[in-house]
Protein backbone atom coordinates (compact mmCIF):
# COMPACT_ATOMS: atom_id res chain seq x y z
CA UNK A 1 0.00 0.00 0.00
CA UNK A 2 2.86 2.51 0.80
CA UNK A 3 4.48 1.58 -2.37
CA UNK A 4 0.97 2.21 -4.59
CA UNK A 5 0.53 5.66 -2.74
CA UNK A 6 3.77 6.90 -3.11
CA UNK A 7 3.83 5.57 -6.55
CA UNK A 8 0.93 7.07 -8.19
CA UNK A 9 1.23 9.89 -6.15
CA UNK A 10 4.87 11.04 -7.87
CA UNK A 11 5.72 11.57 -4.00
CA UNK A 12 9.88 9.78 -5.21
CA UNK A 13 10.78 11.53 -2.18
CA UNK A 14 9.16 8.90 -0.05
CA UNK A 15 11.53 6.13 -2.03
CA UNK A 16 13.47 4.94 0.87
CA UNK A 17 10.69 4.93 3.45
CA UNK A 18 9.17 2.80 1.06
CA UNK A 19 11.93 0.32 0.11
CA UNK A 20 12.96 0.21 4.09
CA UNK A 21 8.94 -1.26 4.19
CA UNK A 22 9.26 -3.58 1.50
CA UNK A 23 12.39 -5.03 2.58
CA UNK A 24 10.94 -5.66 5.87
CA UNK A 25 8.34 -7.68 3.91
CA UNK A 26 9.91 -9.87 1.68
CA UNK A 27 12.34 -10.89 5.08
CA UNK A 28 9.05 -11.65 6.30
CA UNK A 29 7.52 -13.15 3.26
CA UNK A 30 10.34 -14.19 0.86
CA UNK A 31 8.43 -16.39 -1.41
CA UNK A 32 5.39 -13.72 -1.74
CA UNK A 33 5.92 -12.78 -5.14
CA UNK A 34 4.13 -9.74 -5.75
CA UNK A 35 5.97 -8.24 -2.53
CA UNK A 36 9.39 -9.32 -4.13
CA UNK A 37 7.89 -7.80 -7.25
CA UNK A 38 7.21 -4.88 -5.81
CA UNK A 39 10.67 -4.56 -4.43
CA UNK A 40 12.31 -4.92 -7.89
CA UNK A 41 9.78 -2.07 -8.85
CA UNK A 42 10.50 0.42 -6.09
CA UNK A 43 14.36 -0.03 -7.24
CA UNK A 44 13.70 0.46 -10.73
CA UNK A 45 11.24 3.46 -10.13
CA UNK A 46 14.53 5.07 -8.31
CA UNK A 47 16.61 4.67 -11.49
CA UNK A 48 13.91 5.43 -14.18
CA UNK A 49 13.06 8.93 -12.55
CA UNK A 50 16.25 9.80 -11.73
CA UNK A 51 15.58 13.21 -13.16
CA UNK A 52 13.29 13.88 -9.74
CA UNK A 53 16.14 14.01 -7.76
CA UNK A 54 18.05 17.17 -6.64
CA UNK A 55 21.48 16.15 -7.51
CA UNK A 56 22.87 13.15 -9.85
CA UNK A 57 23.86 10.16 -7.78
CA UNK A 58 26.36 7.76 -9.41
CA UNK A 59 25.25 5.07 -7.21
CA UNK A 60 21.93 5.20 -8.32
CA UNK A 61 23.09 2.11 -10.54
CA UNK A 62 23.13 0.01 -7.63
CA UNK A 63 19.39 0.09 -7.47
CA UNK A 64 19.70 -0.88 -10.99
CA UNK A 65 21.74 -4.22 -9.94
CA UNK A 66 18.94 -5.20 -6.89
CA UNK A 67 16.06 -4.59 -9.49
CA UNK A 68 17.51 -7.35 -11.33
CA UNK A 69 17.96 -9.40 -8.69
CA UNK A 70 14.71 -8.84 -7.45
CA UNK A 71 12.79 -9.28 -10.66
CA UNK A 72 14.82 -12.41 -11.35
CA UNK A 73 13.30 -13.74 -7.92
CA UNK A 74 10.07 -12.94 -8.76
CA UNK A 75 9.80 -14.29 -11.95
CA UNK A 76 11.30 -17.74 -10.40
CA UNK A 77 8.59 -17.33 -7.54
CA UNK A 78 5.67 -16.52 -10.46
CA UNK A 79 7.00 -18.09 -13.66
CA UNK A 80 3.80 -17.92 -15.53
CA UNK A 81 3.60 -13.68 -14.92
CA UNK A 82 5.38 -13.14 -18.45
CA UNK A 83 5.33 -9.51 -17.42
CA UNK A 84 8.63 -10.09 -15.27
CA UNK A 85 10.47 -11.24 -17.61
CA UNK A 86 10.20 -8.14 -19.88
CA UNK A 87 11.01 -6.16 -16.41
CA UNK A 88 13.83 -8.11 -16.29
CA UNK A 89 15.57 -8.07 -19.42
CA UNK A 90 15.14 -4.43 -19.17
CA UNK A 91 17.50 -4.11 -16.14
CA UNK A 92 19.46 -6.85 -18.01
CA UNK A 93 20.54 -4.43 -21.07
CA UNK A 94 21.31 -1.41 -19.18
CA UNK A 95 23.70 -3.62 -16.73
CA UNK A 96 25.23 -5.18 -19.74
CA UNK A 97 25.89 -1.76 -21.33
CA UNK A 98 27.10 0.10 -18.13
CA UNK A 99 29.84 -2.59 -17.73
CA UNK A 100 30.49 -2.70 -21.46
CA UNK A 101 29.68 -6.36 -21.49
CA UNK A 102 28.81 -7.89 -25.02
CA UNK A 103 28.40 -11.12 -24.11
CA UNK A 104 25.34 -9.93 -21.24
CA UNK A 105 23.95 -7.25 -23.77
CA UNK A 106 23.37 -10.37 -25.98
CA UNK A 107 21.78 -12.44 -23.50
CA UNK A 108 20.02 -9.61 -22.70
CA UNK A 109 17.66 -9.04 -25.68
CA UNK A 110 17.82 -12.90 -26.20
CA UNK A 111 15.67 -12.90 -23.01
CA UNK A 112 13.67 -9.72 -24.27
CA UNK A 113 13.29 -11.51 -27.46
CA UNK A 114 11.35 -14.20 -25.49
CA UNK A 115 9.34 -12.02 -23.39
CA UNK A 116 7.77 -10.69 -26.62
CA UNK A 117 7.42 -13.99 -27.82
CA UNK A 118 5.04 -14.55 -24.30
CA UNK A 119 3.19 -11.87 -23.93
CA UNK A 120 3.51 -9.18 -26.68
CA UNK A 121 0.80 -6.95 -25.96
CA UNK A 122 2.81 -6.26 -22.91
CA UNK A 123 6.29 -6.60 -23.38
CA UNK A 124 6.11 -4.89 -27.40
CA UNK A 125 6.16 -1.75 -25.15
CA UNK A 126 8.77 -2.78 -22.52
CA UNK A 127 10.82 -3.64 -25.19
CA UNK A 128 10.94 -0.76 -27.62
CA UNK A 129 11.20 1.65 -24.33
CA UNK A 130 14.61 0.79 -23.33
CA UNK A 131 15.89 1.61 -26.85
CA UNK A 132 13.73 4.98 -26.95
CA UNK A 133 16.90 6.85 -26.41
CA UNK A 134 19.17 4.85 -28.44
CA UNK A 135 20.54 7.53 -32.13
CA UNK A 136 17.94 7.33 -34.25
CA UNK A 137 19.58 5.82 -37.11
CA UNK A 138 20.29 3.09 -35.19
CA UNK A 139 18.57 -0.40 -36.55
CA UNK A 140 17.71 -0.67 -32.66
CA UNK A 141 15.58 2.46 -32.87
CA UNK A 142 14.17 1.68 -35.54
CA UNK A 143 13.25 -1.60 -34.76
CA UNK A 144 11.81 -0.41 -30.88
CA UNK A 145 9.72 1.94 -33.02
CA UNK A 146 8.40 -0.85 -35.10
CA UNK A 147 7.32 -3.18 -32.19
CA UNK A 148 5.53 0.31 -30.82
CA UNK A 149 3.19 -0.17 -34.09
CA UNK A 150 3.30 -4.05 -33.26
CA UNK A 151 2.16 -3.08 -30.17
CA UNK A 152 -0.65 -0.96 -31.42
CA UNK A 153 -2.02 -3.69 -33.83
CA UNK A 154 -1.96 -6.13 -31.11
CA UNK A 155 -3.98 -4.22 -29.06
CA UNK A 156 -6.42 -2.20 -31.71
CA UNK A 157 -5.54 -4.24 -35.03
CA UNK A 158 -5.45 -0.21 -36.46
CA UNK A 159 -2.42 1.61 -36.19
CA UNK A 160 -3.17 4.83 -34.87
CA UNK A 161 -1.02 7.29 -37.10
CA UNK A 162 -1.65 8.75 -40.09
CA UNK A 163 -2.94 5.90 -42.35
CA UNK A 164 -5.23 5.24 -39.23
CA UNK A 165 -8.39 4.67 -41.90
CA UNK A 166 -11.93 5.83 -40.96
CA UNK A 167 -11.78 4.74 -37.58
CA UNK A 168 -12.51 7.32 -34.85
CA UNK A 169 -9.76 7.51 -32.31
CA UNK A 170 -13.06 6.39 -29.79
CA UNK A 171 -12.89 3.19 -31.78
CA UNK A 172 -9.52 2.46 -31.26
CA UNK A 173 -9.56 3.08 -27.59
CA UNK A 174 -12.63 1.11 -27.53
CA UNK A 175 -11.00 -1.76 -29.11
CA UNK A 176 -7.78 -1.38 -27.05
CA UNK A 177 -9.68 -1.55 -23.76
CA UNK A 178 -11.17 -5.04 -24.96
CA UNK A 179 -7.91 -6.74 -26.46
CA UNK A 180 -5.94 -7.39 -23.59
CA UNK A 181 -6.04 -5.75 -19.80
CA UNK A 182 -2.41 -4.44 -20.37
CA UNK A 183 -3.44 -1.95 -23.81
CA UNK A 184 -5.96 -0.05 -21.49
CA UNK A 185 -6.12 1.91 -18.43
CA UNK A 186 -6.23 0.15 -15.05
CA UNK A 187 -6.31 1.45 -11.63
CA UNK A 188 -2.75 1.00 -11.44
CA UNK A 189 -2.03 2.66 -14.75
CA UNK A 190 -4.62 5.00 -14.67
CA UNK A 191 -3.32 6.63 -17.93
CA UNK A 192 -1.36 3.63 -19.98
CA UNK A 193 -3.12 4.88 -22.83
CA UNK A 194 -2.26 8.23 -22.79
CA UNK A 195 1.06 7.61 -21.80
CA UNK A 196 1.88 5.07 -24.48
CA UNK A 197 0.63 7.31 -27.29
CA UNK A 198 2.60 10.70 -26.20
CA UNK A 199 5.22 8.18 -26.43
CA UNK A 200 4.93 6.97 -29.82
CA UNK A 201 4.64 10.34 -31.10
CA UNK A 202 7.55 11.29 -29.42
CA UNK A 203 9.54 8.40 -31.63
CA UNK A 204 7.89 9.87 -34.10
CA UNK A 205 9.41 13.41 -33.91
CA UNK A 206 13.03 11.64 -33.61
CA UNK A 207 12.41 9.89 -37.09
CA UNK A 208 11.07 13.75 -38.74
CA UNK A 209 7.49 12.33 -38.82
CA UNK A 210 5.48 16.06 -38.83
CA UNK A 211 2.44 14.29 -39.57
CA UNK A 212 2.45 11.47 -38.28
CA UNK A 213 3.62 12.52 -34.89
CA UNK A 214 0.53 15.38 -35.09
CA UNK A 215 -2.02 12.11 -35.71
CA UNK A 216 -0.91 10.24 -33.03
CA UNK A 217 -0.52 12.81 -29.99
CA UNK A 218 -4.06 13.60 -30.75
CA UNK A 219 -5.18 9.99 -30.10
CA UNK A 220 -4.75 10.82 -26.83
CA UNK A 221 -7.14 12.98 -26.33
CA UNK A 222 -9.79 10.09 -26.63
CA UNK A 223 -9.43 8.73 -23.99
CA UNK A 224 -11.98 9.28 -21.53
CA UNK A 225 -9.63 10.07 -18.57
CA UNK A 226 -7.85 12.53 -21.19
CA UNK A 227 -9.16 15.77 -18.79
CA UNK A 228 -7.60 14.26 -15.74
CA UNK A 229 -4.35 13.45 -16.88
CA UNK A 230 -1.43 15.15 -14.95
CA UNK A 231 0.41 15.74 -17.80
CA UNK A 232 -2.17 16.64 -20.56
CA UNK A 233 -0.37 19.80 -20.83
CA UNK A 234 3.04 18.32 -21.61
CA UNK A 235 1.16 16.47 -24.52
CA UNK A 236 -0.68 19.42 -25.87
CA UNK A 237 2.32 21.47 -26.31
CA UNK A 238 3.96 18.52 -27.67
CA UNK A 239 0.90 19.01 -30.66
CA UNK A 240 1.54 22.67 -30.56
CA UNK A 241 5.54 22.24 -31.43
CA UNK A 242 5.50 19.55 -33.60
CA UNK A 243 7.10 21.44 -36.34
CA UNK A 244 9.31 23.04 -34.36
CA UNK A 245 10.50 19.59 -32.52
CA UNK A 246 10.74 17.71 -35.72
CA UNK A 247 13.58 20.48 -36.99
CA UNK A 248 15.43 20.01 -34.09
CA UNK A 249 15.74 16.48 -34.52
CA UNK A 250 16.09 17.39 -38.05
CA UNK A 251 19.72 18.95 -36.58
CA UNK A 252 20.79 16.42 -34.54
CA UNK A 253 19.30 18.36 -31.09
CA UNK A 254 16.76 16.84 -28.07
CA UNK A 255 13.41 16.70 -28.71
CA UNK A 256 10.64 15.85 -25.28
CA UNK A 257 10.49 12.36 -24.72
CA UNK A 258 8.52 10.97 -21.80
CA UNK A 259 11.03 8.57 -21.75
CA UNK A 260 14.58 9.10 -19.64
CA UNK A 261 12.16 11.71 -18.31
CA UNK A 262 11.22 12.45 -14.58
CA UNK A 263 8.04 11.38 -15.43
CA UNK A 264 8.69 8.78 -17.37
CA UNK A 265 7.03 6.30 -14.82
CA UNK A 266 4.66 8.55 -13.80
CA UNK A 267 3.17 9.51 -17.37
CA UNK A 268 1.37 6.17 -17.52
CA UNK A 269 1.05 5.38 -13.94
CA UNK A 270 0.49 8.90 -12.00
CA UNK A 271 -3.16 9.20 -10.59
CA UNK A 272 -5.79 11.23 -12.23
CA UNK A 273 -6.38 14.67 -11.33
CA UNK A 274 -9.51 17.11 -10.48
CA UNK A 275 -10.47 18.13 -14.38
Given amino acids: AAFWDAFRSERYEELPGVLRQLNIAVLENPRDAETVLLLGHAHLWKVGERGRAATADPTVTEHLVLAEHYFEDAYRLAPDDHRILGWLASTRGPLAAIRQDSARAAESAQLMHEAVSRYPAFNLFTAAYTRSALPVHDPRFREALEMLWRNVDACSGVRTG ?3 GADTAQQVYARAQRADRSCANTDKAPHNFEGFVMHLGDM ?3 TADADGARAVYARAQSAPSYARWPYRALL ?20 PMMSGSAYGCAGCHAQSRPK
Fill in 236 to 255: EARLRDVDANVARAQQGQPT
Fill in 204 to 206: LVR
Fill in 162 to 164: ADG
